[in-house]
């Protein structure tokens, strides 16, 4: 059963006199009745609308409901809805694996075929239009008690220079006392390197080559074949390869690391794929060289994109072996190392370096890698910024890089504890990155301690900001029906329409190219007060509608085709019939979020130009303020009304 935040919204077919024979039972039930009539009521009213907008629901086919864990918007204005597995062992281990595409403008569905788990993969927008996804899931955790048998760590070696050796999942180990373990993947151990080394003799003659082999190494984790205690060791040891004969044997074999029966926790994968919005398909591309659960993947000022964080193959954080991927050349080659938690939000800035609010999503311990701070990339220099309140309190918080862009000034709005902490906070703040020694200071606080709370930046440079839970993944019936605007300029909330969807983890939020707002997911550990009932994943969809919408809607700016590319000056024009009713300008990045991250928003100031029939609109040269790729470009009026978005290529 779907989260429900009340009895009171059960449909009911009492007429006026079956609330009076009511009352006389009931009487506060009668109440509760009558009142959320009115509230139904009230909320339908158009001038509730346009001061706080409405909130509609989608129906959603049966056959394309699906886990959403992460959402993005292509630049053909689909929203590309990806579940992988979606937090579900049994379709794991069917290898069921979930993407949805959505038309906004047809309210119609696809089924795309998922060529590996990309649950809690990572993901970025890249120049050419295409997603890059990357990561995602190679085993389910099992936690203390459930561990039947033993698991751990093994490191492949290959002595061999002259071939890889590819290992298929069921692969069995053998001990030198005759104890088995047996991959869980496939693994590739990469040819051995051969170095080479000219010496001279005492004469000063040159020796013959010297030539020296290094053994090449990948781990893979693996299962003791038999329950019980007997199969965990804490010892290292070579073990064999069952089925390797001759040279393949004595050049091909393994070290093993801690084997335990202690929790193992989820493991990641190194697969790595470009969704392509026209082809509408995955499309294989080299793996990373570290595998990663929970990874952030960020793009930066090149068109490159860094991935950050995860858990690996094994279930271990990543201890800062980062990596880079460039689109030209479809390779990844390594990054500055440093460590974060995973899923942590990365904003690119000024100078290409990037901004780390604390934001993250969960793995890692409380003491490390938790503060904010500047990362300049080139010099892999880390400045810490203080000033943060409440600073144990930055898991599953939202942050955002507020608009316009070239502020370059970052929020952080709610969070708790670390893992399963019943604390959260209130609490938002900004930092103003220009300043010579940037601290943070604190914003308005939120109604109440919010984790998972989505915030989109809107058109009109307010950002929309919504749900969340006051426990951890909505415990104790603590998910928020609230919604609220930020005025960056006012540096305050102002209210908007409560939404009736409860969204705690695994929820994403996004604007659309028409200016509304869907909000997505939703994944409660229980599904009652008193945590006696286990969660089900929220699969409806809500989708609000700001309030200058249902004031000007009809009425909208509209702008006329236009080109989908700038010019020499990075300028575009295009035809209005009243331009002189256009006041902003704004290029705006689409979303790639889950998580409560999405660290492609961004919304940039555009310089205006107006003639009789039409608008010129220039963009800034600046690549870490205007990364390569492609943009929802809006324009609003006086009141804040924006037009319906024309995607523009930046390069």
Same mark, same amino acid.
């Given at each position: 059963?779907?989260?429900?935040?009340?009895?009171?919204?059960?449909?009911?077919?009492?007429?006026?006199?079956?609330?009076?024979?009511?009352?006389?039972?009931?009487?506060?039930?009668?109440?509760?009745?009558?009142?959320?009539?009115?509230?139904?009521?009230?909320?339908?009213?158009?001038?509730?609308?346009?001061?706080?907008?409405?909130?509609?629901?989608?129906?959603?086919?049966?056959?394309?409901?699906?886990?959403?864990?992460?959402?993005?918007?292509?630049?053909?204005?689909?929203?590309?809805?990806?579940?992988?597995?979606?937090?579900?062992?049994?379709?794991?281990?069917?290898?069921?694996?979930?993407?949805?595409?959505?038309?906004?403008?047809?309210?119609?569905?696809?089924?795309?075929?998922?060529?590996?788990?990309?649950?809690?993969?990572?993901?970025?927008?890249?120049?050419?239009?295409?997603?890059?996804?990357?990561?995602?899931?190679?085993?389910?955790?099992?936690?203390?008690?459930?561990?039947?048998?033993?698991?751990?760590?093994?490191?492949?070696?290959?002595?061999?220079?002259?071939?890889?050796?590819?290992?298929?999942?069921?692969?069995?180990?053998?001990?030198?006392?005759?104890?088995?373990?047996?991959?869980?993947?496939?693994?590739?151990?990469?040819?051995?390197?051969?170095?080479?080394?000219?010496?001279?003799?005492?004469?000063?003659?040159?020796?013959?080559?010297?030539?020296?082999?290094?053994?090449?190494?990948?781990?893979?984790?693996?299962?003791?074949?038999?329950?019980?205690?007997?199969?965990?060791?804490? &010892?290292?040891?070579?073990?064999? !390869?069952?089925? =390797? +004969?001759?040279?393949?044997?004595?050049?091909?074999? %393994? #070290?093993?690391?801690?084997?335990?029966?202690?929790?193992?926790?989820?493991?990641?994968?190194?697969?790595?794929?470009?969704?392509?919005?026209?082809?509408?398909?995955?499309?294989?591309?080299?793996?990373?060289?570290?595998?990663?659960?929970?990874?952030?993947?960020?793009?930066?000022?090149?068109?490159?994109?860094?991935?950050?964080?995860?858990?690996?193959?094994?279930?271990?954080?990543?201890?800062?072996?980062?990596?880079?991927?460039?689109?030209?050349?479809?390779?990844?080659?390594?990054?500055?190392?440093?460590?974060?938690?995973?899923?942590?939000?990365?904003?690119?800035?000024?100078?290409?370096?990037?901004?780390?609010?604390?934001?993250?999503?969960?793995?890692?311990?409380?003491? &490390?890698?938790?503060?904010?701070? !500047?990362?300049? =990339? +080139?010099?892999?220099?880390?400045?810490?910024?203080? %000033? #943060?309140?409440?600073?144990?309190?930055?898991?599953?918080?939202?942050?955002?890089?507020?608009?316009?862009?070239?502020?370059?000034?970052?929020?952080?709005?709610?969070?708790?504890?670390?893992?399963?902490?019943?604390?959260?906070?209130?609490?938002?703040?900004?930092?103003?990155?220009?300043?010579?020694?940037?601290?943070?200071?604190?914003?308005?606080?939120?109604?109440?301690?919010?984790?998972?709370?989505?915030?989109?930046?809107?058109?009109?440079?307010?950002?929309?900001?919504?749900?969340?839970?006051?426990?951890?993944?909505?415990?104790?019936?603590?998910?928020?029906?609230?919604?609220?605007?930020?005025?960056?300029?006012?540096?305050?909330?102002?209210?908007?329409?409560?939404?009736?969807?409860?969204?705690?983890?695994?929820?994403?939020? =996004?604007?659309?190219?028409?200016?509304?707002?869907?909000?997505?997911?939703?994944?409660?550990?229980?599904?009652?007060?008193?945590?006696?009932?286990?969660?089900?994943?929220?699969?409806?969809?809500?989708?609000?509608?700001?309030?200058?919408?249902?004031?000007?809607?009809?009425?909208?700016?509209?702008?006329?085709?236009?080109?989908?590319?700038?010019?020499?000056?990075?300028?575009?024009?295009?035809?209005?019939?009243?331009?002189?009713?256009?006041?902003?300008?704004?290029?705006?990045?689409?979303?790639?979020?889950?998580?409560?991250?999405?660290?492609?928003?961004?919304?940039?100031?555009?310089?205006?130009?107006?003639?009789?029939?039409?608008?010129?609109?220039?963009?800034?040269?600046?690549?870490?303020?205007?990364?390569?790729?492609?943009?929802?470009?809006?324009?609003?009026?006086?009141?804040?009304?924006?037009?319906?978005?024309?995607?523009?290529?930046?390069?």
């Amino acid at each position: 059963m779907a989260y429900q935040p009340s009895q009171k919204t059960k449909k009911t077919v009492l007429g006026i006199g079956g609330i009076v024979v009511l009352a006389g039972l009931n009487a506060p039930a009668a109440l509760d009745f009558a009142g959320e009539k009115y509230y139904e009521y009230k909320i339908a009213q158009p001038g509730y609308k346009a001061k706080y907008g409405s909130w509609s629901h989608l129906d959603i086919p049966d056959d394309y409901r699906t886990n959403a864990i992460h959402a993005a918007l292509l630049h053909t204005g689909k929203v590309l809805i990806v579940a992988g597995s979606g937090n579900e062992k049994r379709k794991f281990d069917k290898g069921s694996f979930d993407t949805v595409l959505w038309d906004p403008t047809t309210d119609t569905f696809k089924k795309i075929a998922t060529p590996d788990d990309f649950f809690c993969s990572g993901h970025a927008q890249l120049p050419s239009g295409r997603m890059l996804v990357a990561g995602g899931t190679a085993r389910y955790e099992l936690l203390e008690g459930e561990v039947e048998r033993a698991g751990g760590g093994m490191r492949v070696k290959n002595e061999n220079p002259d071939k890889a050796v590819l290992l298929k999942k069921g692969t069995r180990f053998r001990s030198p006392a005759g104890v088995e373990y047996v991959s869980k993947v496939d693994v590739t151990v990469p040819k051995a390197k051969r170095t080479q080394k000219i010496t001279y003799n005492r004469a000063g003659v040159m020796q013959p080559w010297k030539t020296k082999v290094l053994a090449s190494e990948s781990r893979v984790f693996v299962e003791a074949t038999e329950d019980g205690p007997t199969s965990a060791t804490d &010892k290292q040891a070579q073990y064999e !390869i069952v089925g =390797l +004969k001759g040279k393949d044997a004595d050049n091909t074999y %393994g #070290l093993s690391e801690k084997i335990t029966l202690e929790k193992q926790d989820f493991q990641g994968i190194r697969a790595a794929y470009e969704f392509d919005p026209k082809a509408e398909k995955y499309i294989p591309v080299d793996p990373m060289q570290k595998a990663r659960w929970y990874p952030t993947l960020v793009g930066l000022e090149d068109g490159r994109v860094l991935a950050v964080s995860g858990l690996d193959d094994v279930g271990v954080i990543d201890p800062g072996d980062n990596e880079i991927y460039d689109p030209k050349t479809k390779k990844w080659t390594p990054g500055p190392k440093r460590y974060f938690p995973t899923y942590p939000a990365l904003f690119l800035t000024k100078g290409g370096k990037l901004f780390y609010p604390a934001s993250n999503a969960g793995y890692g311990p409380a003491e &490390k890698g938790r503060e904010p701070g !500047i990362w300049d =990339l +080139k010099t892999n220099k880390f400045e810490k910024v203080h %000033g #943060l309140r409440d600073p144990e309190e930055t898991e599953t918080s939202a942050s955002l890089l507020l608009p316009p862009a070239q502020d370059q000034k970052v929020m952080i709005l709610g969070g708790g504890g670390v893992g399963e902490s019943k604390k959260s906070t209130p609490r938002t703040a900004v930092v103003d990155l220009k300043k010579g020694s940037p601290s943070f200071e604190d914003g308005p606080n939120l109604p109440q301690g919010t984790r998972y709370l989505n915030s989109v930046i809107m058109p009109d440079d307010s950002v929309f900001t919504t749900n969340g839970s006051e426990d951890y993944r909505g415990r104790s019936a603590s998910n928020i029906l609230k919604a609220q605007f930020y005025d960056p300029k006012a540096n305050s909330f102002y209210e908007a329409a409560s939404p009736k969807v409860g969204r705690n983890y695994h929820s994403e939020a =996004l604007l659309l190219p028409d200016g509304r707002v869907a909000t997505f997911g939703s994944d409660p550990l229980f599904d009652d007060q008193q945590n006696t009932k286990l969660g089900h994943f929220e699969q409806r969809m809500e989708i609000f509608t700001p309030p200058a919408l249902h004031k000007n809607g009809k009425n909208r700016p509209v702008l006329g085709d236009g080109p989908q590319t700038l010019d020499s000056k990075r300028r575009a024009t295009y035809p209005t019939e009243y331009p002189e009713r256009v006041v902003k300008a704004r290029l705006m990045r689409p979303s790639a979020v889950t998580h409560t991250t999405d660290v492609e928003q961004r919304s940039i100031e555009l310089g205006l130009t107006k003639t009789k029939n039409s608008v010129t609109v220039d963009v800034p040269s600046d690549r870490a303020l205007v990364p390569p790729g492609w943009y929802m470009l809006f324009v609003t009026d006086g009141e804040g009304t924006p037009s319906e978005a024309k995607w523009i290529q930046v390069k």
